[in-house]
C-alpha cells in the first residue's frame, strides 16, 4: 500500500533559525495534505497542495509539492517558539479514494 | 460550530474490558475518519465511513475492534475484549464532501487518550 515517508524524525533549533521538514511518498499523489499537531493537542489542517510544482506561503511557512507529485516540504522561516510542535504531511492517492496516508511527522522543539 | 466532539477525553480500563469510544462530527460533513496514534505506529486509519455507510476498514487491527454510525451526527468504535496494546491515542475527524477529485482537509477531535492495564 502507499507509503508516506518524512524525514527527519525530530529538529532543534534555535529561535531564529530556519526549519525545513521533508515528505516523500512510495506512489504519486493527487494532492498533499499539511498538519501541525501541538503538544498534547490534536492535528491541526494547515494547507493542501494540488498541482504539480505547486509553491503556498502562510506567513512564515512556505509548502511545496514536488514536480512528479511524489514529494513535499515545509520551510519555516525565522523560527518562534509558538512554532513548536510536530508537522505531519499526509498524502491522497485520489482515484475515488478520500482516505490521507499520513507520515510519522517532523517534531520541532526550539530553544529560546 | 463546535468542531468535532469525542468522548471520553481519558479512558482507563482494565484488560479484557470493552470499551466504546464517542465521536460527534461537524454537521454536514459526510466523511468521518477513526484514526489511531501511536510513538511507534504515528498515525494510522482504521475506518472510514461515508454517508454513515463504512468505506474501508482494511485498518481495523482485528475482530476485537468494531465501528458504527448509526446516524450523522454520531459514530462509536468499540474494542472488546480491550488488551494493553490497544493503549494509544484515538481520534476522530470529519471532512466535507468533495465538488470534485480533490477532498478537503479534516478537522479533528480532541482524541481519547486509552489505557489499558
Known amino acids: 500500500g502507499q507509503q508516506v515517508m518524512q524525514i527527519p524524525q525530530y529538529q532543534h533549533v534555535q529561535e531564529g533559525e530556519d526549519f525545513t521538514t521533508y515528505c516523500n511518498s512510495s506512489?504519486?499523489?493527487?494532492?498533499i495534505q499539511w498538519y501541525k499537531q501541538r503538544p498534547g493537542g490534536h492535528p491541526v489542517f494547515l494547507i493542501q497542495?494540488?498541482?504539480?510544482?505547486e509553491v503556498k506561503k502562510q506567513k512564515r511557512l512556505t509548502f511545496q509539492f514536488g514536480e512528479a507529485k511524489k514529494n513535499s516540504s515545509l520551510h519555516i522561516t525565522a523560527t518562534q517558539t509558538t512554532d513548536v510542535g510536530t508537522y505531519f504531511c499526509?498524502?491522497?492517492?485520489?482515484?475515488?479514494?478520500?482516505?490521507?496516508?499520513f507520515g510519522k511527522g517532523t517534531k520541532l522543539s526550539v530553544i529560546p | 460550530d463546535a468542531g468535532v466532539i469525542q468522548s471520553p477525553r481519558h479512558e482507563v480500563t482494565e484488560m479484557g474490558q470493552e470499551v466504546t469510544l464517542r465521536c460527534k462530527p461537524i454537521?454536514?460533513?459526510?466523511?468521518l475518519f477513526w484514526y489511531r496514534q501511536t510513538m511507534m505506529r504515528g498515525l494510522e486509519l482504521l475506518i472510514y465511513?461515508?454517508?454513515?455507510?463504512?468505506?474501508?476498514d482494511s485498518g481495523m487491527p482485528e475482530d476485537r475492534f468494531s465501528a458504527k454510525m448509526p446516524n450523522a451526527s454520531f459514530s462509536t468504535l468499540k474494542i472488546q475484549p480491550s488488551e494493553p496494546r490497544d493503549s494509544a491515542v484515538y481520534f476522530c475527524?470529519?471532512?466535507?464532501?468533495?465538488?470534485?477529485?480533490?477532498?478537503?482537509?479534516?478537522?479533528f477531535g480532541s482524541g481519547t487518550r486509552l489505557t489499558v492495564v
Open positions: 499526509a498524502g491522497n492517492s485520489g482515484a475515488g479514494s478520500y482516505q490521507l496516508t
Open positions: 454537521s454536514g460533513h459526510d466523511y
Open positions: 506512489t504519486t499523489l493527487s494532492n
Open positions: 465511513f461515508n454517508n454513515n455507510v463504512p468505506i474501508d
Open positions: 475527524a470529519s471532512s466535507p464532501k468533495t465538488g470534485g477529485r480533490v477532498i478537503y482537509g479534516y478537522t
Open positions: 497542495l494540488v498541482k504539480s510544482g
